[in-house]
């Protein structure tokens, strides 16, 4: 059994619950709270009590972990409620709430959010009107500008009926067998509707489908009560692919500035690092945004980690944020402890990508002073079965059930092309990434045999391509190249990007050439030799691949896990091994059946 649940199934709610928590035990792999418990008590008692007609849905998922407690349905029209059963409640700030003595989501805010999530985000959004209700059944006092509001099992059968004449059990199919597809990613709604974004993220964010979940309002809620009292104060945030460590640390970023305290957000990544920039080049007060991103680590000792960093521009900042963290060095890490009163890291250790990269959560508790750790263990961007699909087949820990993405792979670069280009012609962002291999790279001469990376000839004198016509080549620069590249100014298949220029980004969907450096032999192996990837000198992964295989196999699957996670709709992957394309297409097999 999995969620949501037909209420209109069961005669008594003692047995909705007892399946409820069957469902939720399947799907997440746990119990739920006792408060939840309760609140299904609650409000099963009065939804059965009111003798509705209307189609009802019990706790549909929307992103991650996040489940809408009702939904209500007619022929077009749909009412989400979010029950409560707080008894004192005040507001802290726009996003949270200290409720019966301890702080929550603001719960207008949250219905919001699942609002616009099912409005953009699902694809029964097309066909039905959604709507939303508060239901506060233990306090008669709560109000708030921010969303409608019910007290009472009169006043919220009164709005039920407002929505319309009563749907047919077939009205709830669209939700029921309907799927999460992203429609902007971030870069895209924030060109859009930067200036708005500028004055109020949180509103605009949330009225995109952007909202934050509980605990990424939380952790919000966290920093900034810290920046509030000038606190020394470490925050490690721990979250993997499509947890939204980005989204955070761009809020924080934006809120921090608006409120007049000295912030920064700082990567490794340059090529992020220029596309952010350029997107958030926008003046909030005097301040442009742009200029408050910078680099944590320049490998010339000019970044906030590093010796060379001009503390005397940067000199009394209140917070400073650092996305990507896990690409940090030990030195890095303890340096920038130094640069301002509240240090915020979001990392993900599996996307460690070079020997000396030492931002795992161990790392971090030995340098850092005056530690909170918080997790991001929901998902947004990616659905949770595909992540654990790609650990399962790189790390092979437990496969999921099902599989709610879509994955095609191709052993003939032609159909591979093919399918991309379809994708691209119906107007989908599109991304290609390849593995680093065959070719070098060549920034000053970018047509050369070295810049190309699909096509013939290549240096390592690969001939999978001979005869197609193909010729596609590195991106290479990454202050113009890279930002136009993802943000759909260049045509995504004439060019390609390595996991440097992925990790970060997203699209609709990704093609992904899959090279010969990590191939299945009856177990993975790393083929050394094909692999061009020298950054990070002795430390690269060529390097490490020879001299330290044990750590360059984790490097590499870390690649591929980043390479595999940018896709928000799905993932096409061409192998140019092709008994490693036989092993990945027969654990897809059973998905297929």
């Not at 900034?224 to 924080?252: C, H, P, Q, Y």
């Not at 399918?419 to 290609?432: E, I, T, V």
């Not at 005869?467 to 045509?491: A, Q, V």
């Amino acid at each position: 059994m999995g969620l949501p649940i037909i209420i209109n199934h069961y005669s008594q709610p003692d047995d909705m619950i007892e399946d409820l928590v069957r469902a939720i035990r399947d799907q997440y792999g746990e119990y739920p709270s006792p408060e939840e418990k309760s609140t299904w008590s609650f409000l099963g008692k009065n939804i059965f009590s009111m003798g509705l007609d209307y189609p009802l849905l019990a706790e549909t998922p929307v992103f991650g972990l996040e489940r809408a407690d009702i939904i209500v349905v007619d022929t077009r029209n749909a009412l989400i409620i979010e029950a409560k059963g707080w008894k004192d409640i005040g507001r802290i700030s726009k996003m949270v709430v200290l409720a019966d003595g301890a702080y929550h989501i603001d719960p207008c805010y949250q219905l919001n959010n699942y609002i616009s999530k099912m409005r953009f985000f699902h694809t029964s959004g097309s066909v039905i009107n959604y709507r939303g209700i508060l239901y506060m059944y233990n306090n008669s006092t709560y109000t708030s500008d921010s969303c409608q509001i019910a007290h009472s099992v009169d006043e919220l059968r009164q709005q039920i009926r407002k929505i319309g004449e009563p749907g047919k059990q077939e009205d709830l199919e669209p939700i029921i067998s309907g799927r999460f597809t992203i429609s902007d990613d971030l870069i895209d709604l924030i060109i859009k509707y930067r200036q708005d974004i500028l004055s109020d993220a949180a509103s605009t964010l949330v009225s995109r489908g952007y909202g934050l979940s509980e605990e990424q309002a939380l952790i919000m809620h966290r920093v900034f009560e810290s920046v509030e009292r000038g606190e020394d104060r470490t925050f490690l945030i721990r979250g993997e692919s499509g947890s939204g460590k980005t989204l955070v640390a761009l809020e924080l970023l934006l809120d921090a500035v608006r409120n007049g305290y000295h912030a920064l957000l700082a990567y490794r990544n340059n090529r992020l690092l220029n596309t952010m920039r350029q997107v958030l080049d926008l003046n909030a007060g005097g301040v442009m945004i742009g200029s408050m991103i910078q680099y944590f680590s320049t490998g010339r000792g000019t970044g906030i980690g590093e010796p060379k960093f001009d503390v005397s521009k940067y000199s009394d900042m209140d917070l400073i944020i650092y996305d990507e963290a896990q690409r940090m060095t030990s030195d890095v890490i303890q340096t920038t402890q130094k640069r301002s009163k509240v240090k915020v890291y979001f990392f993900d250790d599996s996307q460690i990508l070079i020997g000396d990269e030492a931002g795992t959560l161990e790392n971090f508790r030995q340098y850092c002073k005056n530690v909170t750790e918080m997790n991001l263990s929901g998902t947004f961007r990616l659905s949770r079965d595909y992540l654990q699909l790609v650990r399962h087949i790189l790390w092979d820990e437990d496969a999921p059930k099902t599989l709610n993405y879509e994955v095609n792979l191709f052993d003939d670069v032609m159909d591979f092309m093919g399918d991309l280009k379809r994708k691209r012609n119906n107007g989908y962002k599109m991304g290609l990434l390849c593995a680093f291999t065959e070719s070098r790279g060549d920034r000053e001469n970018p047509t050369s045999d070295q810049n190309r990376r699909i096509g013939y000839p290549l240096p390592s004198s690969l001939d999978v391509y001979r005869d197609t016509g193909l010729d596609i080549y590195w991106l290479m620069n990454e202050k113009t190249e890279y930002p136009r590249y993802w943000r759909g100014e260049l045509d995504p298949l004439r060019y390609c990007a390595s996991v440097y220029g992925a990790q970060g980004f997203e699209a609709d969907y990704i093609g992904l050439v899959w090279g010969r450096d990590l191939i299945w032999r009856n177990g993975w192996m790393i083929d050394a030799g094909v692999i061009t990837d020298t950054i990070g000198n002795r430390f690269s992964l060529k390097s490490m691949a020879r001299k330290s295989p044990e750590i360059a196999m984790r490097l590499i699957k870390n690649r591929y896990y980043t390479l595999m996670t940018r896709g928000i709709r799905g993932i096409d992957i061409f192998f140019e091994d092709q008994e490693t394309g036989r092993h990945v297409a027969g654990i897809l097999d059973r998905y297929r059946r």
